[in-house]
């Protein structure tokens, strides 16, 4: 019989070994700091000390040891039902050579604050960003750091190395592992973001028996020469407007519940960012005032090839809680039919809500010879128990 298996259980040391070979590369050429290289290891502490030991007698691997980041061995992975991703609590320790006779602040300003620290913080601006995890694209996960001089003797904790070294310890870093990643935790041939045609940003206000449309955010890379539009559906009209600029439509004598977008049309896609509003006599009652969808911090460097990942931000506003839903899906090619898109992430809100708040999802999506097709639906609560779909859309292509 043939196995049934399509992937093996994800690697949590591969994963570290490419984020403390990023870190290295974001640290080796900067001048303010002394990281010229980092070593890593995955080991037990038992076998960590052996292995110091063993280095330190090689005249070859002995001047070349520290810095060196180590991830301690052992550590489960926690499943939830129905979810790929696991949890993981972690111990890691950063740690460079030291001597038993330094005072404490010549520790301070030989080896935390040019090399130790330096590291740390670019540890965890490494991992907030990354797509290997998920959830610590603006803030960072749970963990206690350290910081210990002369290591290599008892300390609070009592770990020991076999010689004299100065560290940081980061002890209970909790972290959900995104385990599509994990499997391409190596590089592959970089890439370029060659198209971007995403409008990104729009808000609306009421002003008496007016609209105000303000326009306020685009991501554009294009060959072609982009034209910037407003429609709205209750006078079912198109009008010019620029980049930061704005728009005020009236709406007296109107009464219903209508949509609009702002559109991009650069010759070779058509990107929209969609509102809705309802009006009675003329005064606006309810409006999304604020909606963003935007395509960001694309990976194109090949670590997680055939995948570049990128994010997808999204934040809606609402005058009232008429938001229930929103939808990220993705297609190939312009204008895709809907059953040749498929749904990314789906975020319901019960009951509905007035501000979506602030989301930021990793997407991992291979390169393709077409245009890819990004669409970020909101639902909204619409008169007599119905919901009306505003399906904004963006392009972006790699070469």
């Known amino acids: 019989m043939a196995l049934t298996y399509s992937q093996l259980p994800n690697s949590v040391s591969d994963v570290f070994e490419s984020i403390v070979s990023t870190v290295e590369s974001n640290l080796s050429s900067e001048t303010s700091v002394t990281v010229p290289s980092i070593n890593f290891h995955c080991e037990t502490w038992v076998e960590l000390q052996s292995r110091l030991i063993s280095e330190g007698k090689d005249s070859e691997t002995k001047g070349t040891r520290f810095p060196l980041v180590a991830l301690i061995r052992n550590f489960d992975k926690s499943f939830d039902a129905n979810d790929d991703r696991f949890n993981s609590e972690l111990t890691l320790i950063i740690v460079t050579q030291s001597d038993a006779t330094m005072l404490s602040e010549d520790r301070i300003t030989t080896n935390f604050i040019p090399t130790l620290r330096p590291i740390e913080a670019e540890l965890f601006a490494v991992i907030k960003t990354s797509p290997y995890f998920s959830g610590y694209n603006s803030s960072s996960p749970s963990y206690t750091s350290y910081e210990s001089f002369n290591l290599g003797s008892n300390d609070a904790k009592s770990y020991k190395l076999p010689e004299h070294l100065d560290g940081i310890i980061i002890d209970k870093l909790k972290l959900k592992f995104n385990p599509i990643m994990q499997t391409f935790a190596r590089s592959g041939p970089s890439s370029d ?164 708040t602030d989301n930021t999802y990793s997407e991992t999506l291979t390169k393709i010879t077409d245009y890819r097709c990004i669409q970020c639906s909101v639902y909204v609560d619409t008169a007599n128990n119905t919901t009306t779909e505003l399906q904004s859309i963006s392009y972006y292509n790699l070469t």
């Open 193 to 356: 973001l060659s198209y971007i045609n995403n409008v990104a940003q729009i808000t609306t206000q009421a002003i008496g028996t007016t609209l105000r449309v303000a326009f306020t955010e685009i991501y554009i890379i294009t060959s072609g020469t982009p034209v910037y539009t407003l429609f709205t559906s209750h006078d079912n009209v198109e009008k010019p407007i620029t980049l930061g600029g704005s728009v005020t439509i009236s709406i007296s004598g109107y009464t219903g519940e209508y949509y609009g977008y702002v559109k991009c049309d650069d010759g070779l896609t058509v990107s929209k960012l969609y509102f809705y509003f309802k009006v009675v006599n003329g005064v606006m009652t309810k409006n999304i005032s604020y909606n963003e969808f935007k395509l960001q911090n694309f990976t194109l460097t090949g670590f997680a090839a055939p995948y570049y990942p990128f994010e997808v931000l999204t934040q809606t506003t609402a005058n009232k809680a008429i938001v229930n839903k929103v939808v990220i899906r993705q297609g190939e090619g312009i204008e895709p039919h809907p059953e040749q898109c498929t749904v990314l992430n789906t975020i319901p809100y019960v009951p509905s809500t007035a501000e979506t």
